[in-house]
């Protein structure tokens, strides 16, 4: 069993800029693949980004490619999301999500653990 605890949403003005963190506890946090996934209310649970076990290999939606980034820590087993110029529409629930199906999976079927989420509102 991998846990995972999501931290760092909150509420943010059009162009701010949040940190989301996510600890990771159980079993090696450095043999999986990580994600980043987002949910609006209404909508689907929707890819963000993902990053390879060892940390080499990113990948992120083009929705947010440009404006956020993925990294982890895998001494203080964290993975991060980096978020700038947020705009109203990234406003959703995040989770993050580790998987054992190989590296920058975007589907949510590919991850086996996910965390509770955190809150993002973006005001405009």
């Known amino acids: 069993q991998v846990q995972l605890v999501e931290s760092g949403g909150g509420l943010v003005q059009a162009g701010g800029s949040l940190r989301l963190s996510c600890a990771a506890s159980?079993?090696?946090?450095?043999?999986?693949?990580m994600g980043w996934f987002r949910q609006a209310p209404g909508k689907e649970r929707e890819f963000v980004a993902a990053?390879?076990?060892?940390?080499?290999?990113?990948t992120h939606a083009d929705s947010v490619k440009g404006r956020f980034i993925v990294s982890r820590d895998n001494v203080k087993d964290t993975l991060y999301l980096q978020m700038n110029s947020l705009k109203p529409e990234d406003t959703a629930v995040y989770f993050c999500?580790?998987?054992?199906?190989?590296?920058?999976?975007?589907?949510?079927?590919?991850?086996?653990?996910w965390g509770q989420g955190t809150q993002v509102t973006v005001s405009s």
């Open positions: 999500a580790a998987g054992s199906r190989g590296p920058l999976r975007v589907e949510p079927q590919s991850y086996d653990y």
């Open positions: 159980g079993r090696t946090f450095s043999n999986y693949a």
């Open positions: 990053i390879s076990a060892s940390g080499i290999r990113i």
